[in-house]
């Protein structure tokens, strides 16, 4: 099997899936009980906050575990906005976010909140004018995201960052589900104040995730009850679920560190090689993440060629997979102003750090061989 689809989910590390199942036959207590037995679980779970903002270089207490990225989007978006609506009701966000992002603003609209979706140009990229345009005297919150998961273009949050800073009233949230262990965020003193994580796309697993919250950012809670996790997520926690995050994040943490670049070379060898077949044109920008590489072959289905891959143990996906089974146009490359014959025949491929030469090469040929049956096909 050749799997090409990392950025809808990865194969969980072997050593995630054998800390889940330690923590669970051997810490099943619940870490809010007074007894001893939930002492040593607290304890489990105190040491995996402290390892997991070791190596986000935040503090202990600013870190949420979740059960992934559309929780951990919900919670930050509706959290900050229900929480300081007084002060404001306008929240900033980019037309290319990922559906937890805009169904949570959509929603929030019907609450009477206003909403601005900034646009991208053609490499998916918002514009650092735009976004100090669109700020208002009633703006609360900028939610962008770090790498876009259709087109693995890479927003200037640095730069978001600072105008953050210069603007206390608002808060800035970042969806980082894509750009975990594949490029750097600096989270302290950055001038972002949430940040979401995601625990499958890393290796760990699914129902697993993170939320950063800055110490001194408030949030209205979306779930009530026990005031676990700083009040902002009642209920028991999952501790096996959160000493599997920390440890899928230490060893993807691990891997970026002693990668050395491999990853996107074997991006660049995939995107010359693509760019060799008749009638395939690359939408992904050149200075994007190391891991995602989108192109269309204009005039085909890219659902007849993903089963054509699929019949040879080849995965690869149309688009997010979120979105996959909905509407046959990319909203993404829509939203990049890009052709309809390119917008509805776009196809993704994703790395990981355990792709290989070998596995893009067979890739290629199947791909090529398919493209030329279809076009055979169709004259």
Known sequence: MIYLDNSATTKPYPEVIKSFQQVSE??????????????????????????TAKILRVEPDEIIFTSGGTEGNNTAIKGIALEHQTRGKHIITSEIEHPS????????????FAVTYLPVNQNGLV????????????????????VNNELGSVQPIEEIGSIAKNNPK?????????????LPLKLKNSGIDLCTMSGHKIHGLKGTGILYVNKRTKLFPLFHGGHQERNIRSGTENLPGAVAMAKALRLISDKQKNNNGEMTKLRDYLRTELEKIHGVVINTPENAAPHIINFSVPGLKPEVIIHMLGEQQIYISTKSACSSKLTDESRILAACALDKVRTTSALRVSLS???????????????????????????
């Open 26 to 51: 051997s810490y099943f207590a619940n870490p809010s009980s007074i007894h001893q037995f939930g002492g040593e679980a607290e304890k489990l779970l105190l040491k995996a906050k402290e390892q």
């Open 101 to 112: 992002v805009l169904e949570a603003c959509h929603a929030l609209e019907t609450l009477g």
């Open 127 to 146: 514009s650092i004018a735009d976004v100090k345009q669109a700020i208002r005297n009633d703006t609360i919150l900028i939610s962008i995201m770090h």
């Open 170 to 182: 608002l808060f800035f949230h970042v969806d980082d589900v894509q750009g975990l262990g594949k």
């Open 353 to 379: 750090y355990d792709s290989t030469r070998q596995e893009v090469t067979a890739f290629l040929q199947a791909l090529k061989k398919a493209v030329d049956q279809l076009k055979e096909v169709m004259e």
